[in-house]
């Protein structure tokens, strides 16, 4: 897989493995824990995930200038991997109040910022060699897929360190619980026998008695258990630092050229000037359609593509205004896809079954899911035209170990076996590990037939995938009750509660696999490829500040995640999925009306 390969790809794959490891430990989380420890109802959680998400990629930004201005490319890296180590440590610190939290959560996005995108662009200096760069799409793809084997186990440590902690204190998990806790302190909840029959269920100590002590009680083991988790993203992070200052020697390292033009923000005086002055009016703008932070998000973007757009040289115009305008594009990308972390965590935790069947159940345990991936994996070894004698021994033997695990669980399992929420965020990165080499092969293919669709149009067929991923959300939802359906109102129009979902509104958790599987292979029609493209096009004074603007659009992108929360208990669930459709589908055909323009950019 990486012949053919700079060494400097292992180094930046391990490294950003970890840390994506710990980031989507964090990820999992995230939400789930704001609205547990904090009680917080569902618009102001989205709001302050979706406004986290967007500094972890705005900040992307800073990173860039800062890189690109100095070029001690590895050194900002290592500087962000520190300072994203420090906002784990203050996230594992149980009993922080919310202001404080929200300041551990900020000081995760400026390590982040100075290390994702820099990072990113580090790979495509490697590809700048030219006997590199015919492979620099799938690199780009080998490189994404060390972020998702990272993600993949993830929510398995979650979910495992927080139902020990659980288990130590003589609880079971149940996601719904921690709501009606908060509504029975707060005096909200006029009918406690829902709570009570829950509260049976969960305790290992017997019939609970004081109503009152066990929502304390569960409230705080619960949340407790979500800082532990937060403590294992530090230690990734440790991981992930040692990796990269060990073996960084293998990356390029970028110095100035006599004559070389670079970045300075004191190039063309008027143009900082100016972007600020539009950024304001589009923030103000916006801000009066919707609220301050929207405008805020919108108006950093407009004054970076003003600014960017104002310093490039003629000769650097063409590339920078097509980067700029693929940039456009992702933000509903992103805008839809991110919502795995907020409605479609919640559409988890509220309308998937508490419990499954033996088979099902094989995919929610890592022990056994890892004996599902050893048996195809092998099968697909054994059966493969290309694999050597030695490769279709290794085969045979893990479909055999593979699958016996795998019916040893399945005889183990219950009638009906609890599974997390959170573990449902295991499902992409696992498909894009296992993806990756599918796509790449099916590229390599085309490839070879003078067929490989160019990068601009993998992005284009990428956005109508992810359509197709949320038209199964819409079917799926179609005829479940929505959480507008379940609020109380007073005389006024005031929510006085929400009722929980009952149970004939609970489906299969394979309807969100599925739908995760076609957000997957959209993803690697889009993501990797976007970062390739940023890459290849970038002029190359501007090489940080470009992976800095792509993750700025996907940090506005992010902070539209608001618009899955806003609108959770407002509209019905299948006309919230149909808003992502539709946003995709536009914004598929908004890139194929620029194709030849783009194709231009990169010859």
Not at 23 to 51: C, H, N, P
Not at 245 to 268: A, M, Q
Not at 350 to 365: I, R
Not at 548 to 568: D, E, Y
């Amino acid at each position: 897989m990486l012949k053919g390969h700079p060494k400097g790809l292992y180094v930046a794959f391990f490294a950003n493995m970890g840390e994506r490891f710990g980031f989507y430990t964090m990820m999992a989380i995230l939400v789930l824990f704001l609205q547990a420890k904090f009680g917080l109802a569902a618009e102001r959680a989205g709001d302050i995930y979706s406004w986290f998400y967007f500094a972890i990629y705005a900040l992307a930004l800073v990173g860039g200038i800062l890189a690109d201005a100095t070029k001690r490319y590895t050194a900002v890296i290592s500087m962000g991997q520190v300072i994203m180590f420090a906002g784990y440590l203050m996230m594992a610190i149980p009993g922080l109040s919310l202001p404080v939290t929200v300041i551990g959560l900020f000081t995760i996005a400026i390590g982040n910022g100075f290390f994702k995108g820099n990072l990113q662009a580090v790979v495509g200096q490697m590809y700048d060699d030219p006997k590199y760069d015919k492979v620099r799409d799938n690199a780009f793809l080998i490189f994404y897929m060390g972020i998702n084997v990272g993600a993949f186990f993830a929510p398995f440590a979650a979910m495992g360190i927080r139902n020990w902690w659980l288990k130590m204190n003589g609880f079971l998990h149940d996601g719904s619980l921690p709501a009606l806790c908060h509504q029975y302190k707060d005096g909200t909840l006029p009918d406690t026998a829902v709570l009570q029959n829950l509260a049976d269920a969960v305790s290992l100590n017997g019939p609970v008695t004081d109503l009152g002590a066990f929502a304390n009680s569960y409230i705080e083991v619960f949340s407790r258990g979500y800082n532990f988790a937060f403590g294992i993203a530090a230690i990734a992070m440790v991981v992930s630092l040692m990796a990269y200052l060990i073996f960084h020697k293998h990356l390029p390292k970028r110095r100035r050229v006599t004559g070389e033009r670079t970045l300075s923000l004191r190039e063309k005086p008027l143009a900082i000037p100016v972007a600020l002055i539009a950024g304001a009016i589009s923030a103000f703008l916006i801000s009066l359609l919707k609220d301050i932070a929207t405008g805020s998000a919108i108006g950093l973007f407009v004054g970076f593509v003003t600014w960017i757009a104002m310093i490039a040289t003629r000769e650097e115009k063409q590339r920078v205004v097509s980067l700029l305008l693929v940039f456009f594009v992702v933000i509903f990308f992103w805008m839809g896809f991110h919502q795995n972390g907020l409605t479609l965590t919640w559409f988890a935790r509220d309308y998937s079954v508490k419990a499954v069947d033996p088979f099902t159940y094989l995919f929610f345990t890592l022990k056994s899911l890892l004996s599902v991936i050893a048996f195809i994996a092998g099968l697909v070894m054994l059966l493969a035209k290309r694999s050597s004698g030695k490769a279709r021994i290794a085969g045979a033997v893990m479909v055999v170990a593979g699958g016996g695990l795998a019916a040893w669980f399945y005889s183990m399992g219950e009638a009906s076996n609890p599974i997390a929420p959170e573990v449902y965020q295991s499902f992409n990165p696992l498909y894009i590990v296992s993806l990756t080499f599918v796509v790449m092969a099916a590229f390599s293919w085309l490839n070879q037939r003078g067929m490989e669709p160019s990068t601009p149009k993998k992005i284009g067929i990428g956005m109508i995938i992810a359509a197709l991923g949320f038209m199964i959300m819409v079917t799926g939802s179609f005829r479940l009750i929505s959480p507008v359906d379940l609020q109380v109102l007073n005389d006024a129009g005031e929510v006085l509660k929400v009722n929980p979902v009952p149970d004939s509104s609970r489906v299969m958790p394979y309807w969100l696999m599925s739908t995760y599987l076609i957000l997957t292979f959209a993803e690697l029609f889009l993501s990797p490829m976007g970062l390739s493209f940023v890459s290849k096009v970038a002029p190359v004074r501007f090489q940080g500040v470009m992976q800095g603007g792509w993750l700025l659009a996907t940090a506005v992108g992010n902070k539209l995640l608001f618009i899955g929360s806003f609108f959770w208990e407002k509209i019905a669930l299948w006309q919230l999925w149909s808003i992502f459709v539709v946003t995709c589908l536009l914004s598929a055909a908004f890139i194929f009306s620029i194709l030849k323009r783009l194709e231009r950019a990169t010859r």
